[in-house]
Protein backbone atom coordinates (compact mmCIF):
# COMPACT_ATOMS: atom_id res chain seq x y z
CA UNK A 1 0.00 0.00 0.00
CA UNK A 2 1.79 3.47 -1.08
CA UNK A 3 0.06 5.14 2.49
CA UNK A 4 2.10 2.28 4.38
CA UNK A 5 5.04 3.24 2.73
CA UNK A 6 4.90 6.49 2.65
CA UNK A 7 3.77 6.53 7.10
CA UNK A 8 7.21 4.57 7.31
CA UNK A 9 9.55 6.51 5.46
CA UNK A 10 7.89 9.54 7.42
CA UNK A 11 8.74 7.68 10.78
CA UNK A 12 12.41 6.64 9.80
CA UNK A 13 13.02 10.82 9.04
CA UNK A 14 11.66 11.59 12.14
CA UNK A 15 13.61 9.40 13.60
CA UNK A 16 16.70 10.60 11.96
CA UNK A 17 15.64 14.39 12.74
CA UNK A 18 15.62 13.81 15.94
CA UNK A 19 19.55 13.89 15.93
CA UNK A 20 19.04 17.20 13.52
CA UNK A 21 17.73 20.77 13.59
CA UNK A 22 15.41 21.68 10.78
CA UNK A 23 17.64 24.51 10.51
CA UNK A 24 21.52 23.63 10.81
CA UNK A 25 22.19 27.50 10.75
CA UNK A 26 21.23 30.98 10.20
CA UNK A 27 23.54 33.90 9.09
CA UNK A 28 21.96 37.87 9.59
CA UNK A 29 23.56 40.79 7.90
CA UNK A 30 24.32 43.67 10.34
CA UNK A 31 25.08 47.07 10.46
CA UNK A 32 27.53 47.18 13.19
CA UNK A 33 28.99 43.89 14.12
CA UNK A 34 30.83 45.02 17.09
CA UNK A 35 27.02 46.27 18.73
CA UNK A 36 25.24 42.95 17.66
CA UNK A 37 27.86 41.01 18.87
CA UNK A 38 27.53 42.31 22.24
CA UNK A 39 23.76 42.57 22.25
CA UNK A 40 24.24 38.93 21.49
CA UNK A 41 26.49 37.83 23.70
CA UNK A 42 24.66 38.84 26.63
CA UNK A 43 21.40 37.91 25.27
CA UNK A 44 21.51 34.86 24.12
CA UNK A 45 24.18 34.18 27.56
CA UNK A 46 21.20 32.29 29.54
CA UNK A 47 19.92 29.85 26.62
CA UNK A 48 23.81 28.82 26.66
CA UNK A 49 24.70 29.97 23.50
CA UNK A 50 28.73 31.50 23.56
CA UNK A 51 30.95 32.59 20.27
CA UNK A 52 32.26 29.91 19.15
CA UNK A 53 34.20 31.14 15.49
CA UNK A 54 35.80 34.39 15.07
CA UNK A 55 35.69 35.19 11.02
CA UNK A 56 37.10 38.68 9.68
CA UNK A 57 33.65 40.43 9.70
CA UNK A 58 31.80 38.58 11.60
CA UNK A 59 31.14 35.89 14.56
CA UNK A 60 29.34 32.96 15.12
CA UNK A 61 27.35 31.80 18.14
CA UNK A 62 25.89 28.26 19.19
CA UNK A 63 25.58 25.83 22.35
CA UNK A 64 28.18 23.09 20.69
CA UNK A 65 28.05 24.25 17.01
CA UNK A 66 28.08 27.51 15.58
CA UNK A 67 24.06 28.07 14.70
CA UNK A 68 23.71 31.61 14.48
CA UNK A 69 26.35 34.06 12.52
CA UNK A 70 26.59 37.38 12.38
CA UNK A 71 27.85 39.19 9.06
CA UNK A 72 28.95 42.68 8.88
CA UNK A 73 27.49 43.69 5.25
CA UNK A 74 25.63 46.77 3.52
CA UNK A 75 22.58 46.80 3.44
CA UNK A 76 21.76 44.39 6.34
CA UNK A 77 19.27 42.02 6.43
CA UNK A 78 15.87 43.24 6.79
CA UNK A 79 14.45 42.44 10.23
CA UNK A 80 13.00 39.03 10.46
CA UNK A 81 11.85 36.95 13.98
CA UNK A 82 14.02 34.49 15.49
CA UNK A 83 13.00 32.13 17.91
CA UNK A 84 15.38 30.35 20.11
CA UNK A 85 14.45 27.27 22.31
CA UNK A 86 14.35 27.68 26.12
CA UNK A 87 14.47 24.59 28.12
CA UNK A 88 12.14 26.31 31.31
CA UNK A 89 10.27 29.65 31.76
CA UNK A 90 13.44 30.93 34.39
CA UNK A 91 15.51 30.66 31.03
CA UNK A 92 12.98 33.03 29.10
CA UNK A 93 12.47 35.27 32.06
CA UNK A 94 16.23 35.40 32.18
CA UNK A 95 17.09 36.13 28.55
CA UNK A 96 14.52 39.08 28.16
CA UNK A 97 16.64 40.66 31.13
CA UNK A 98 19.80 40.06 29.39
CA UNK A 99 18.51 41.12 26.10
CA UNK A 100 16.91 44.39 27.85
CA UNK A 101 20.01 44.90 29.97
CA UNK A 102 22.12 44.81 26.76
CA UNK A 103 20.22 47.29 25.30
CA UNK A 104 17.31 45.59 23.52
CA UNK A 105 13.98 47.13 23.03
CA UNK A 106 11.25 45.25 24.58
CA UNK A 107 8.82 43.78 21.80
CA UNK A 108 6.93 41.48 24.23
CA UNK A 109 7.34 40.92 27.95
CA UNK A 110 7.60 37.11 29.37
CA UNK A 111 4.59 35.39 29.22
CA UNK A 112 1.72 32.91 27.97
CA UNK A 113 0.70 33.29 24.64
CA UNK A 114 -2.34 31.06 24.27
CA UNK A 115 -3.00 31.83 21.01
CA UNK A 116 0.01 29.37 19.75
CA UNK A 117 -0.73 26.69 22.30
CA UNK A 118 -1.70 26.66 26.07
CA UNK A 119 1.85 26.06 27.49
CA UNK A 120 3.97 28.75 24.74
CA UNK A 121 5.66 31.07 27.14
CA UNK A 122 7.73 33.49 25.66
CA UNK A 123 9.65 37.21 25.37
CA UNK A 124 10.76 39.36 22.48
CA UNK A 125 12.95 41.59 22.07
CA UNK A 126 14.47 43.99 19.02
CA UNK A 127 18.21 43.85 18.61
CA UNK A 128 19.90 46.87 17.26
CA UNK A 129 19.03 46.12 13.80
CA UNK A 130 15.46 45.50 14.54
CA UNK A 131 15.02 41.90 14.54
CA UNK A 132 12.13 40.52 16.45
CA UNK A 133 14.45 37.75 18.64
CA UNK A 134 12.31 35.36 20.86
CA UNK A 135 13.16 33.63 23.32
CA UNK A 136 10.60 30.06 23.98
CA UNK A 137 9.75 27.18 25.94
CA UNK A 138 6.85 24.75 25.15
CA UNK A 139 6.79 22.98 28.25
CA UNK A 140 4.19 23.55 31.07
CA UNK A 141 5.05 25.88 34.22
CA UNK A 142 6.92 23.07 37.04
Known sequence: MIL???INESTELSEK???SAMIDHVIIKVK???ASRGFYEKALAPLGYRVLMELPRGVAFGVERPELGLSEE???TQPLHLAFGSPDRATVDAFHKAALAAGGIDNGPPG???LYHSDYYGAFVLDPDGHN????CHRPEE
Open 17 to 19: RKE
Open 112 to 114: LRK
Open 4 to 6: QGA
Open 74 to 76: SPP
Open 133 to 136: IEAV
Open 32 to 34: DQQ
